[in-house]
């Protein structure tokens, strides 16, 4: 499909401007002020909706292959394309565990045949994720998007050490699931904050001996907020992630539902405020939805429910109603924290350009919602911001020049 998209406010250059933007052959042919029709293009009025560069999720569960009964690659990619993602990075926590290149080829089919915006996955740290053995790092390499064993902390510093020198000869980050097994406490919610920013710790000073790229998967305390400034302004080579949940609620917020249990979990204020500050000065360079479907079954029971809740659908109108609209952060930095950030660490995406594939999202940023988890397209129903009233609807999503997602409406 060719497409003509007039009357957008286009975000690019870290500005907006007024203008029109040619599609062709799935990719950005012009952007002009105002585009004459043309023969045997379609043309979408965006009635000046907002016009963004499809946002970056760098931390995704799409449950296939091995736990479909959560997630599909259709459902879970459906639901990135409305929640205005054209890129994701899906963890390995799967069946098989893509530790090796034949095991990762599985994932590799499911993504192929099922996904409707662009998935790269990550390969493991270690085999099955289990912490024993190293995975086959070198063979998963040219394949996969970064190494990860998300949803379990690699308890040993030996090995941890190895696989950062092994990371680096290859050319690929480290994104770490912090969490000492050691210092869990005895909350049944989830993790103290000692079990995350011990791990940051130690894994800084890894960092600080092997030169590898490092990341850290959903920050959630003050403590590690500090000890990531202070390894940036030494100079190593780390970025982090933190999630709206962290940025939006506080354990006050906390219900007796499965919809609250998520690792690690909300915190108090003093780490929620860290958080925005770090989000908001650069400290923490990006955010990811840390989408972690589960059946019904499995979210009953409040604290006794398995860990996850969803988030690509409403990820950006509640961080824009929760941050953007009370003037905590501007539009801009979100944006960049939404994908100029994550685009850049993990090396998937383009910008709005001439050239460029055509991976667009469009918002109505006037529009008003309220989050409904019975109308997620996800199969999984389980999100906290069940019943928020929320600013900013996704009007359409484009993945190299294919319309993905489409919800317009008339003036």
């Not at 998209?5 to 002020?33: C, M, P, Q, T």
Request: hydrophobic content about 40%; aromatic content about 6%.
């Amino acid at each position: 499909m060719k497409f003509l998209l007039k009357n957008a406010k286009i975000y690019r250059n870290r500005a907006f401007e007024s203008a029109d933007i040619v599609v062709s052959d799935g990719r950005i042919a012009d952007i002009v002020s105002a585009h004459p029709p043309i023969d045997g293009f379609t043309v979408l009025d965006l009635n000046q909706y907002f016009l963004f560069p499809g946002l970056v999720d760098v931390h995704v569960h799409l449950r296939e292959p091995g736990f479909s009964y959560k997630e599909t690659m259709e459902s879970g990619t459906l639901a990135a394309a409305r929640g205005g993602f054209t890129a994701v990075c899906a963890m390995p926590n799967l069946k098989p565990v893509p530790d090796n290149g034949e095991a990762l080829a599985v994932s590799e089919r499911r993504i192929a045949e099922g996904a409707c915006v662009h998935v790269y996955p990550y390969g493991a740290i270690t085999c099955g994720e289990a912490g024993r053995v190293l995975a086959d790092l070198e063979a998963m390499a040219p394949r996969v998007v970064a190494f990860s064993d998300d949803g379990k902390g690699v308890q040993n510093d030996d090995m941890m050490r190895e696989a950062m020198l092994r990371a680096k000869r290859l050319g690929k980050v480290i994104a770490a699931h912090c969490e000492d097994e050691s210092l869990l406490g005895d909350s049944v919610w989830g993790g103290s904050p000692e079990s995350e920013w011990k791990q940051v710790e130690r894994d800084l000073k890894l960092v600080a001996e092997t030169g590898c790229a490092y990341h850290v998967c959903h920050v959630s305390t003050k403590e590690s907020v500090a000890l990531l400034r202070e390894a940036k302004r030494a100079g190593l080579d780390v970025t982090a992630e933190t999630a709206p949940h962290y940025l939006l609620l506080t354990e006050d917020d906390r219900r007796e539902e499965g919809r609250f249990k998520m690792n690690p979990p909300i915190r108090a204020k003093a780490d929620r405020e860290a958080l925005r500050e770090g989000l908001a000065d650069g400290t923490i360079d990006m955010v990811a939805t840390d989408h972690a479907p589960h059946s019904a079954e499995e979210k009953a029971g409040g604290a006794k429910a398995m860990n996850g809740v969803t988030g690509l659908e409403t990820s950006f109108a509640t961080l824009y109603t929760g941050l953007v609209k009370p003037g905590i952060l501007t539009l801009e930095t979100l944006l960049e924290r939404m994908h100029t950030n994550p685009a850049k660490r993990f090396g998937i995406a383009k910008g709005i350009e001439i050239g460029a594939p055509a991976d667009l999202t469009v918002f109505d940023l006037d529009a008003e919602w309220t989050v409904d988890e019975e109308k997620l397209v996800s199969k999984a129903k389980c999100t906290p911001f069940h019943g928020m009233k929320v600013s900013g609807e996704c009007r359409l999503t484009m993945t190299e020049g294919k319309i993905v997602w489409q919800h317009m409406t008339e003036n």
